[in-house]
């Protein structure tokens, strides 16, 4: 047991290591000096070439280390993160560490909304189409999921804000982040997520009606009711990693819908650096993101080892299950 | 529970090739059909609103959308066509060269740089090179093949996993053909139809990226017609005129749900590996 959560703690911190040094390489390849950039303001533009702006880069070279050898800037880079200092914007000089520490719970907050949103549609949608297959509403259920899955995200949180926000007037558009603003993307985004989740819920109950258990059960005349509660719970176990790996996805996703809502969290705040080229930010944007998924893979696999013996002692087991 | 979604729904399919065709047609047939000249200006009819001369409505500049959405249509899906290409390429390569030599070093090395790129959302991704190396289609692609491939490559390797439990595989290693020629005759074969199957439902989220990340302004720029620009375009006058953005937002979930119904269709009906996920 200890072993096996030992390794995947190895692996976890092995993956954020090379997302780390992907990251570095990026901003490495990326065109444009840092330096020059900082000292972008327009006052320094005009200075551009003389020989005291020379100088003053060379200064600013040396004092952010980066006339040093590439490895040592990596190293040292590391060092800082690891403190969880995630450099200052070049845009407005705060911390950008703090500056998403501060957007950080609206993210959340926004994200696990809807992932409630979505378990609870998911759950009942997939019933519903399991217990009626074949039937009309398990066929309206799935053209409903096609349809949904096809139709672009910022369309549907357009539609919403345009109906809620401006036809009926229940919601307010601002760029606050409090429980009131919260139900409009919340709802909008769980019911982006769900027909991923209907689509699995049905076919894990499927499988599991088809089960002798289930048939056992039915024979010896137990109620309906108790069978359906029994199979559902079974099914519910592989749901585990769908819903957490979808976690992930929000957090990625979440982008558009907090820029539609004009949400405050830390997609809309990497998207606003992005348009301004604000290197830092857009870096510790990128590796809170790689470092909540880490962490969300890294929890999955430990309730997994806990909920079933069978993967002990397998060595990529989360993952081999699906061969 | 062998035909998850009976094979009674030869329907999907159907529907999802007869839409895709009327699209491609539209679409490739636009130098032909549309009936305006895509960023021919005209002051007079801005901002009008879907009429029987301008089907879709005229934009900010008077040009008018169905005739931008048709041109626009070429470059969106084959770009997205090219990258998935290139993305599959990868990924074939990858899975097979990491199932061929399963729990070889570089089957670890292969596996290692897929979960590093897998904790990389795409979404994430694709800001960060957006914001690195500017905005624009060809970053956004490239994007999208640097961190799409890891998905098909997983699935090869699945496939391949399974594949060398078979006789066939057994014969041909002891009839002494080569890695090269196994590889080539015995798993691509058998790889081929469930990536495929993949593929197409990829093809529409991968559609379905693009545009959210041109809708945020970060694919192709604005004078383009281009779907992702006419985007981010009818964003900024969503409330005053919601049918620019309508009318390639109407496309683009017509083409996406064409390759999704195309893919259910094909998952019912060729899919050996009900199992493997999709």
């Known amino acids: ?323 | 529970m062998k035909r998850r979604f009976n094979s009674k729904n030869p329907a999907s399919l159907i529907v999802g090739v007869v839409v895709l065709a009327i699209l491609a047609i539209a679409i490739l047939g636009a130098p032909l059909l549309a009936p305006y000249d895509p960023v021919a200006q005209n002051a007079a009819e801005r901002l009008e609103k879907p009429s029987e001369k301008h089907w879709l409505g005229t934009d900010r500049f008077g040009r008018d959308i169905l005739s931008r959405t048709l041109h626009g249509g070429q470059t969106t899906l084959l770009s997205s066509l090219l990258a998935l290409c290139a993305a599959l390429a990868i990924g074939l390569l990858v899975g097979m060269a990491a199932g061929m030599f399963h729990g070889s070093a570089l089957d670890h090395i292969l596996m290692r740089i897929i979960d590093v790129l897998l904790a990389f959302p795409f979404m994430v991704f694709a800001m960060v090179i957006a914001g690195l190396f500017g905005t624009g289609l060809v970053h956004l692609l490239l994007a999208v093949v640097s961190v799409w491939w890891v998905s098909f490559a997983r699935l090869t390797r699945s496939v391949v996993l399974h594949a060398k439990n078979e006789t066939s595989y057994a014969a041909a290693k002891v009839l002494g053909a080569s890695n090269l020629a196994i590889m080539r005759k015995e798993l691509l074969p058998k790889a081929i139809s469930p990536v495929l199957i993949l593929a197409t439902f990829e093809l529409g989220t991968l559609i379905l990226s693009i545009a959210a990340l041109s809708f945020l302004g970060l694919g192709a720029q604005p004078p383009a017609p281009e779907w992702g620009s006419m985007l981010a375009d009818g964003r900024a006058h969503f409330f005053q005129a919601p049918h620019i953005l309508i009318g390639p937002a109407a496309f683009i979930v017509a083409t996406v749900l064409a390759f999704n119904l195309i893919g259910e269709g094909l998952r019912d009906r060729l899919d050996p590996y009900e199992k493997l996920e999709l």
């Open chain 1, 1 to 323: 047991m200890h072993t096996v959560l030992l390794r995947k703690l190895l692996e976890a911190l092995l993956t954020l290591f090379f997302a780390t040094l992907i990251i570095f390489a990026l901003i490495r390849l990326a065109p444009g000096d840092p330096v020059r950039l900082m000292l972008g303001h327009p006052g320094e533009i005009a200075a551009q070439g003389t020989s005291a702006y020379d100088e003053k880069v060379a200064e600013l070279r040396a004092e952010l280390g980066l006339d040093r050898n590439i490895a040592v800037q990596y190293v040292s880079w590391l060092g800082r993160l690891a403190q969880g200092d995630l450099g200052t914007s070049i845009f407005t000089g705060k911390q950008v560490g703090s500056e998403i520490a501060a957007r950080l719970p609206a993210t959340v907050t926004l994200s696990l909304s809807a992932l409630l949103v979505q378990i609870a549609l998911g759950l009942f949608f997939g019933m519903v189409a399991s217990l009626r297959s074949g039937k009309l509403a398990d066929q309206l259920i799935r053209v409903a999921c096609v349809a949904l899955a096809s139709t672009p995200a910022f369309v549907v949180g357009l539609v919403a804000l345009a109906l809620f926000a401006v036809k009926y007037g229940v919601y307010e558009i601002s760029s606050d982040f409090s429980a009131a603003r919260l139900w409009l993307p919340a709802l909008t985004l769980g019911v982006l997520g769900a027909p991923q989740l209907v689509r699995i819920m049905r076919a894990n109950l499927l499988t599991e009606f088809g089960k002798i258990y289930v048939s056992s059960a039915q024979s010896r005349g137990l109620d309906r009711k108790r069978v359906v509660r029994h199979a559902a719970r079974n099914a519910l176990i592989p749901l585990v990693t769908m819903v957490a790996l979808s976690f992930a996805g929000l957090i990625g996703g979440a982008v558009v819908i907090e820029s539609i809502f004009s949400w405050p969290g830390i997609g809309k705040y990497a998207l606003d650096s992005i348009l301004v080229k604000d290197y830092p930010v857009i870096q510790g944007y990128a590796l809170v993101a790689v470092l909540m998924v880490v962490l969300i893979h890294f929890l999955v696999d430990v309730v997994y080892s806990a909920l079933d013996p069978r993967i002990h002692h397998k060595g990529e087991a989360g993952r081999e299950e699906t061969v």
